[in-house]
């Protein structure tokens, strides 16, 4: 016999099976389901050919970064939204990463997400990668910097043209350096 919570649970079950089958499928390009694989990115490529890793201990990072910048880069915390300066940041420049200064995103492709975090469509090529992220109920996809693996924030697929991604960024783990004129 069918009760309340056998119904329940079964519906539970059921479309969080299709939910997660459809995160599979989103638009974002992923490599590999390995630790880190390397995105996709369109546009802007001012990596150089090779990147030399940025390996070090946790006590070495959190001797370099801030408490909150540590939670956030390697223990893939979030910041609260609407606390980063870096959300408003309308000047031309590129986008760091907080842990290793890696350039990771451009001004141009920032756009207003109305989330509370910085948002990009795209990222610089070859600077970030990404893994599968299991931590919610929800599949999401991690973006970590390929330089010293901090951890960024995650990838959508409800950005804007060209990519329809949406880079949603912790602006603790980032800063920001203006173009010189």
């Keep these: 016999m069918l009760n309340r919570r056998t119904f329940l649970l079964g519906t539970a079950a059921a479309t969080g099976a299709l939910v ?3 995160a ?3 638009g974002v390009a992923v490599a590999s389901t390995g630790p880190l694989a390397t995105a996709t990115t369109y546009g802007h490529d001012l990596m150089p050919d090779t990147i ?4 070090k201990t946790p006590a070495e990072w959190q001797a370099e970064l801030n408490e909150l910048q540590f939670a956030v880069l390697r223990q893939e915390a979030t910041e609260r939204p609407f606390t980063s300066p870096l959300d408003n940041e309308k000047r031309t420049g590129t986008f760091h990463c907080a842990g290793c200064d890696l350039p990771l995103y451009r001004s141009e492709t920032k756009f207003d997400s109305r989330t509370g975090w910085p948002s990009f469509y795209e990222a610089i090529k070859g600077a970030v990668a990404t893994k599968k992220d299991f931590g919610l109920f929800l599949p999401r996809i991690e973006v970590h910097c390929i330089r010293c693996e901090g951890h960024q924030g995650h990838i959508f697929t409800d950005g804007p043209k ?6 949603c960024i912790n602006g603790v783990a980032m800063t ?3 173009d010189v004129a």
């Design 20 to 22: 997660f089958a459809a």
């Design 24 to 26: 599979g499928r989103q």
């Design 52 to 55: 030399e890793k940025v390996v």
């Design 162 to 167: 060209p990519t329809g991604n949406r880079h």
């Design 176 to 178: 920001f350096k203006p």
